[in-house]
């Protein structure tokens, strides 16, 4: 899955682009969806069971019926896992030096922001996203809109990579590395 989701970038990418930060989501991202499918598909399985060893009202299922709902019910819980975990398998984000695109609908699409449309970028780390590594960043764009990545990995290797491109300014020495000092507007000027 991420070698078409590689070959559909590379195709959308212009001649002498390069890509500056490259990142699949967190796969904590699928701890919900892993623990959703479980519980639906062992709750299905049980109450197949259940309904094959006790019944409602005295009317029991057939020895192949209980077979076929708790199949019934591991596949559903299986299937309801297989969508976050393609859409986790083909969700892309890419940061180049003009652009930032995501991947979307299981990698058939890519969404991009040019970089001089971004106007802010915020970025946030829950208290499992300490533990675990990974971070959610919202970019505002001109426009108004906020565009929130979820479980992006090496948060604040993007907020870098993502600073340096889309504010220049800051290059400067204004507030990279901490040499504020460097230039200073409330300092005041020596007399002459």
């Known amino acids: 899955m991420l070698g078409y989701v590689a070959n559909t970038i590379r ?11 490259i990142a699949v989501q967190s796969p904590y991202r699928l701890l919900p969806a892993a623990f ?17 060893q006790y ?20 596949c559903t819980g299986v299937f309801a896992f297989a969508s976050p975990y393609i859409s986790y398998m083909t969700k892309v984000i890419v940061l180049t030096p003009r652009r930032l695109m995501v991947t979307s609908q299981y990698g058939f699409n890519i969404n991009e922001v040019p970089l001089y449309g971004i106007r802010d ?15 959610h960043v919202s970019v505002k764009t001109g426009d108004g809109q906020t565009i929130v990545f979820r479980y992006v990995p090496r948060t604040t290797e993007f907020m870098q990579a993502i600073s340096q491109v889309a504010f220049p300014q800051m290059n400067n020495g204004l507030a990279v590395g901490g040499v504020y000092a460097s230039y200073n507007p409330n300092q005041s000027r020596p007399r002459n």
């Open 11 to 21: 195709k959308n990418l212009l001649p002498g682009e390069k890509p500056l930060y």
């Open 36 to 52: 959703i499918s479980s519980v639906l598909g062992v709750g299905l399985s049980f109450g197949a069971w259940w309904l094959g």
């Open 55 to 74: 019944g409602i009202q005295g009317h029991m299922l057939k020895p192949g019926m209980e077979a076929l709902g708790m199949i019934m019910g591991l």
């Open 121 to 135: 970028v915020n970025m946030s780390r829950p208290m499992s996203g300490l533990i675990f590594g990974y971070g």
